[in-house]
């Protein structure tokens, strides 16, 4: 059974930065793409940033020149570094794998930015 599990959550001021990890147990291979997504309170999971197996990345227009992510596949795992946050980027933060026909969410961490 595949899980993702996420870390780097918290509480940050306004300027401040974040670094979110997710890494992958149990059998998974060939994984396509790995992604991060947010949804805040009221509002639609969206996606953050995105990158493929051969290290493509894009990124919503919200979080272009602020965040970068990144990934190893030796380990499983993808990284998404935040730079100057602001309270519009108070969410849960999830990670999301795509390999062959299935898909793979992480139970989600909680970024608050305080202004």
């Known amino acids: 059974q595949v899980q993702l599990v996420e870390s780097g959550g918290g509480l940050v001021q306004a300027g401040g930065s974040l670094r979110l990890s997710c890494a992958a147990s149990g059998s998974i291979s060939s994984i396509l793409f790995m992604g991060w997504y947010r949804q805040a309170p009221g509002k639609q999971r969206e996606l953050v940033a995105g990158?493929?197996?051969?290290?493509?990345?894009n990124y919503a227009d919200s979080v272009k020149g602020r965040f970068t992510i990144s990934r190893d596949n030796a380990k499983k795992a993808v990284y998404l570094q935040m730079n100057n946050l602001n309270p519009e980027d108070t969410a849960v933060y999830y990670c999301?794998?795509?390999?062959?026909?299935?898909?793979?969410w992480g139970q989600g961490t909680q970024v608050t930015v305080s202004s």
């Open positions: 990158i493929t197996g051969g290290g493509s990345a």
């Open positions: 999301k794998y795509t390999s062959g026909w299935d898909t793979y």
